[in-house]
């Protein structure tokens, strides 16, 4: 008894359909990248003078933008007013000045990270380790 299947069939593309398939992908790469960096894009800010812990949940609502920051170490201290177009950066910056508070930025990610000036644990990252 013989089965018979039928043969595999094989779709060719042209090679030049993959390279369009393959910068399609490249360019959307590109700009959901683009859009998620936080120097470019200015937004309308309101924040009035606030307790910082208060401001930076305001900051995080109005900017999209995600930020590191302790709760205890920035809860007292307040912050001083933005309105206007800014980018993230900008904004934090100028909500930050003139207060205890610095803004570090992660060279690799880009994460905003806020910290009080005088904080025994603001350089653990550069801190050389402790050796035992």
Same mark, same amino acid.
């Given at each position: 008894?013989?089965?018979?299947?039928?043969?595999?069939?094989?779709?060719?593309?042209?090679?030049?359909?993959?390279? @369009?398939?393959?910068?399609?992908?490249? +360019?959307? @790469?590109? @700009?959901?990248?683009?859009?998620?960096?936080?120097?470019?894009?200015?937004?309308?800010?309101?924040?009035?003078?606030?307790?910082?812990?208060? @401001?930076?949940?305001?900051? +995080?609502?109005?900017?999209?933008?995600?930020?590191?920051?302790?709760?205890?170490? +920035?809860?007292?201290?307040?912050?001083?007013? !933005?309105?206007?177009?800014?980018?993230?950066?900008?904004?934090?910056?100028?909500?930050?000045?003139?207060? +205890?508070?610095?803004?570090?930025?992660?060279?690799?990610?880009?994460?905003?990270?806020?910290?009080?000036?005088?904080?025994?644990?603001?350089? !653990?990252?550069?801190?050389?380790?402790?050796?035992?």
């Amino acid at each position: 008894m013989t089965i018979l299947s039928p043969t595999p069939t094989r779709i060719y593309f042209p090679w030049w359909s993959l390279c @369009a398939i393959f910068m399609a992908c490249l +360019v959307t @790469a590109t @700009a959901v990248t683009a859009l998620n960096t936080t120097d470019g894009r200015k937004k309308n800010y309101v924040l009035p003078a606030d307790d910082a812990s208060v @401001a930076l949940r305001k900051f +995080v609502e109005q900017s999209g933008e995600q930020i590191i920051y302790l709760e205890n170490q +920035v809860r007292g201290i307040k912050t001083k007013p !933005v309105q206007g177009s800014f980018n993230a950066r900008e904004a934090i910056e100028q909500m930050t000045a003139d207060t +205890v508070l610095i803004v570090v930025e992660d060279k690799e990610t880009g994460a905003l990270m806020i910290q009080r000036r005088d904080s025994p644990e603001k350089n !653990v990252l550069t801190r050389p380790a402790e050796r035992t």
